[in-house]
């Protein structure tokens, strides 16, 4: 649960500004925010091949799915996702009932109907388990059929590292990703397990839930005045742009998150501030996903990738500390120069 600290504690480190604050979110909203009509475009095609894929349910071996359980995934679901609209997640929840797949940490039992039909299908299983590869290979052969990929020229795929199919619409400029998953509910005191595809043609599943990710977010978010998101979309603004890209979405959104959560918020240039001190040190250890269900968030980042991207929190740090300097002595221009080091165009 997050500790809501006195504002006052904080006044110290960086007051607020409403001059300060307007020119950060008119930036964002030029340049940082999804539109509207970018959010609404999105739902409606995740919407879109969600009911075209729960049409082939089982029809032409397309894999079966669970009724109404698939659901949208991601940053573009969490509501961190920043400009560009070129990415948006899909989970597609099959109907596994009694397939022959394994967890050694605890038992539990897939959702599905009586007599799951993955369970009666032995071309997906090696060696006695269920392949999450060859159900993958199956989903990216079936997503020709849906007629959205036809009527917009869209192509199908498998993603590079084999863990999801993919629907890219030049057209749009815009990508999603299908995952299939399965479902187990049956835990004591634990979250939900959503498996998906190991990848790189491993038969395995790796588990994950993305609906812990966002509740648990969306939940801080509320907590702290609707600021915590906006704040986390324009930190990764500053990782695409000046930090080279070298954080993982999801690795930066929970350094955001943890940062913070012990802080008032009151402003998104306070916020930004604390985030930027928050990184340099939280960069400097693992940063265990929240979730308790994977690896940690950061076990792909190279040493050479962690210190530069802790050089580059340093310089925001900065260029924060003099703003929020110029900001108090009433220097304006002075302050907007110091935010222009770490978002140019502001």
Same mark, same amino acid.
């Given at each position: 649960?997050?500790?809501?600290?006195?504002?006052?504690?904080?006044?110290?480190?960086?007051?607020?500004?409403?001059?300060? $604050?307007?020119?950060?979110?008119?930036?964002?909203? =030029?340049?940082?925010?999804?539109?509207?009509?970018?959010?609404?475009?999105?739902?409606?095609?995740?919407?879109?091949?969600?009911?075209?894929?729960?049409?082939?349910?089982?029809?032409?071996?397309?894999?079966?799915?669970?009724?109404? =359980?698939?659901?949208?995934?991601?940053?573009?679901?969490?509501?961190?996702?920043?400009?560009?609209?070129?990415?948006?997640? /899909?989970?597609?929840?099959?109907?596994?009932?009694?397939?022959?797949?394994?967890?050694?940490? *605890?038992?539990?039992? +897939? $959702?599905?109907?009586?007599?799951?039909?993955?369970?009666?299908?032995?071309?997906? $299983?090696?060696?006695?388990?269920?392949?999450?590869?060859?159900?993958?290979?199956?989903?990216?052969?079936?997503?020709?059929?849906?007629?959205?990929?036809?009527?917009?020229?869209?192509?199908?795929?498998?993603?590079?590292?084999?863990?999801?199919?993919?629907?890219?619409?030049?057209?749009?400029?815009?990508?999603?990703?299908?995952?299939?998953?399965?479902?187990?509910?049956?835990?004591?005191?634990?979250?939900?397990?959503?498996?998906?595809?190991?990848?790189?043609?491993?038969?395995?599943?790796?588990?994950?839930?993305?609906?812990?990710?966002?509740?648990?977010?969306?939940?801080?978010?509320?907590? *702290?005045?609707?600021?915590? +998101?906006?704040?986390?979309?324009?930190?990764?603004?500053?990782?695409?742009? =000046?930090?080279?890209?070298?954080?993982?979405?999801?690795?930066?959104?929970?350094?955001?998150?943890?940062?913070?959560?012990?802080?008032?918020? $009151?402003?998104?240039?306070?916020?930004?501030?604390?985030?930027? /001190?928050?990184?340099?040190?939280?960069?400097?250890?693992?940063?265990?996903?929240?979730?308790?269900?994977?690896?940690?968030?950061?076990?792909?980042?190279?040493?050479?990738?962690?210190?530069?991207?802790?050089?580059?929190? *340093?310089?925001?740090?900065?260029?924060?500390?003099?703003?929020?300097?110029?900001?108090?002595?009433?220097?304006?221009?002075?302050?907007?120069?110091?935010?222009?080091?770490?978002?140019?165009?502001?």
């Amino acid at each position: 649960m997050t500790v809501a600290l006195s504002s006052a504690a904080h006044a110290m480190n960086h007051p607020y500004s409403s001059e300060e $604050e307007a020119a950060l979110s008119a930036f964002r909203a =030029r340049d940082v925010d999804l539109t509207r009509e970018d959010t609404g475009f999105g739902r409606a095609l995740r919407d879109v091949v969600i009911q075209q894929c729960e049409g082939l349910s089982g029809r032409e071996s397309f894999p079966p799915l669970l009724s109404g =359980r698939s659901f949208g995934a991601g940053s573009f679901a969490r509501r961190t996702l920043c400009r560009p609209l070129d990415d948006i997640d /899909v989970y597609l929840v099959l109907d596994a009932c009694g397939a022959p797949m394994s967890d050694d940490r *605890q038992t539990y039992r +897939l $959702e599905g109907s009586a007599a799951g039909p993955l369970a009666s299908d032995p071309s997906l $299983e090696v060696d006695g388990w269920i392949s999450s590869h060859l159900v993958l290979g199956r989903l990216v052969s079936g997503l020709w059929a849906p007629p959205v990929v036809a009527e917009q020229r869209g192509t199908v795929g498998m993603s590079d590292k084999g863990k999801s199919a993919f629907l890219s619409f030049p057209r749009w400029q815009v990508k999603v990703d299908v995952t299939p998953v399965l479902w187990a509910t049956n835990f004591v005191n634990s979250i939900d397990r959503y498996y998906m595809p190991q990848g790189r043609g491993s038969i395995w599943w790796k588990a994950t839930n993305p609906k812990e990710d966002q509740r648990r977010l969306s939940e801080q978010n509320q907590l *702290q005045g609707g600021l915590l +998101l906006p704040t986390i979309r324009m930190l990764k603004w500053w990782n695409a742009n =000046r930090n080279g890209g070298r954080l993982k979405g999801i690795h930066l959104e929970v350094l955001a998150e943890r940062g913070l959560s012990l802080h008032y918020l $009151e402003g998104v240039a306070q916020a930004l501030h604390m985030a930027f /001190v928050a990184m340099q040190t939280q960069l400097e250890r693992p940063c265990p996903d929240p979730t308790g269900l994977g690896p940690p968030l950061d076990c792909n980042l190279s040493q050479v990738d962690r210190t530069e991207s802790t050089r580059a929190a *340093q310089r925001a740090h900065l260029a924060t500390i003099g703003a929020a300097d110029r900001f108090r002595a009433g220097d304006v221009p002075g302050g907007l120069a110091n935010w222009r080091e770490v978002f140019p165009g502001l």
